[in-house]
């Protein structure tokens, strides 16, 4: 669902970047109040895994299409929904920056769609609303089929977003109707697919460490464990070094509306300068364009014709696709997660113990 420079106006850009930032500003507030001791490890080896997990993308079968998690429920689970903001934030900056996933002036839409719907509305409005409020472990088929609903619903509302986002822009030539109509089916399926994997997940923390998933929703409960951040740690890296070699090779979720529309996946950004300008930029520092790394490529600025996600290709190749590039993009990019996340987690809980 990452959108690309192409389909944003300035305008619409600059707005969602001040809505995500306003949103980014209480999440930072939020959190300087917890005093869970385990959190701000806990949030940089999840950041890790987030973003390696979201490098697999599943094929949605009878379509033709694919998606991959977007991990805001998840991350809101066990962390709280504040702090699954700032790293999903972590996460699309990364990707933004280094991969070329999803533009530089679209972070703030983007943000706002996988982050703050998943995050700040879903969550709280449906999965909390959901589950008992007395601190008391829900069982693990009520866990199961709540998360797979708020799943559900937080990828309609952000397929939703970027349908609305393009048309605010009027800078493509998308119909509403039809880009709507093909946007929130597709989203569907990936929702249900994300929240699969999510109650499934939760299933086996619920075993593991039902302890997590306590200290979510109880503020002040904390336990830290160097062998669970280890474990997450493990986990992010065999999923970006192998497991991404498993990715499906067709176009997602967004990728796919559009092609059903225009015929292909790539539209033409308009001949403004700030889109040349964040093209260039972009250009300078996406060194593993494409989650991969070709040692023989030469420097090229990313064409501003350019694809819906900006990332991940979707030529048809080999499966799967072993690939030393791709792992090598994969580890440096959780690497580079996991560093962002702690960086502005330690910041941020230092200034809140500075003494006066």
Same mark, same amino acid.
């Given at each position: ?232 740690? $493990? ?27 225009? $015929? ?80 502005? $987690? ?11």
């Amino acid at each position: 669902m990452h959108m690309a420079d192409a389909l944003l106006s300035p305008a619409v850009g600059a707005a969602f970047w001040i809505a995500s930032g306003t949103a980014l500003a209480y999440a930072t507030r939020q959190l300087k109040r917890n005093d869970r001791s385990d959190l701000v490890p806990l949030m940089g080896v999840l950041g890790a895994f987030v973003f390696a997990a979201q490098m697999i993308n599943f094929s949605i079968p009878g379509t033709g299409s694919s998606g991959h998690i977007v991990g805001g429920l998840l991350l809101s689970i066990l962390l709280g929904p504040q702090a699954a903001l700032i790293v999903i934030a972590s996460v699309l900056t990364v990707q933004a920056l280094f991969f070329a996933d999803g533009g530089l002036l679209s972070l703030g839409a983007n943000l706002f769609n996988m982050g703050v719907m998943s995050c700040l509305v879903a969550y709280p409005l449906i999965y909390r609303t959901l589950m008992p409020r007395t601190g008391v472990l829900p069982t693990a088929k009520r866990m199961g089929w709540v998360a797979v609903l708020t799943s559900v619903v937080g990828l309609q509302l952000g397929a939703l977003g970027v349908v609305l986002q393009t048309q605010l822009s009027l800078i493509s030539s998308l119909p509403l109707g039809t880009f709507l109509w093909l946007m929130q089916p597709i989203h569907l399926a990936i929702g249900l697919g994300e929240g699969l994997a999510t109650a499934a997940l939760l299933v086996f923390i619920r075993q593991a460490r039902p302890d997590l998933l306590v200290a979510s929703t109880t503020p002040g409960v904390t336990r830290s464990s160097r062998c669970l951040l280890a474990a997450i740690g $493990g986990a992010a890296l065999v999923v970006a070094g192998a497991l991404s070699w498993f990715a499906s090779c067709h176009p997602d979720g967004l990728e796919w509306s559009i092609e059903r529309i225009t $015929g292909q996946t790539n539209v033409a950004a308009p001949p403004s300068d700030v889109h040349a300008q964040l093209s260039t930029w972009q250009t300078a520092t996406a060194l593993f364009k494409d989650y991969t790394w070709d040692f023989q490529r030469k420097s090229a600025p990313i064409p501003r014709e350019t694809s819906i996600i900006a990332s991940k290709s979707i030529a048809q190749q080999a499966w799967p696709s072993v690939n030393f590039g791709t792992s090598l993009a994969g580890i440096v990019g959780g690497m580079l997660t996991l560093s962002l996340v702690a960086g502005v $987690g330690y910041v941020l809980r230092r200034r809140t113990t500075r003494p006066l």
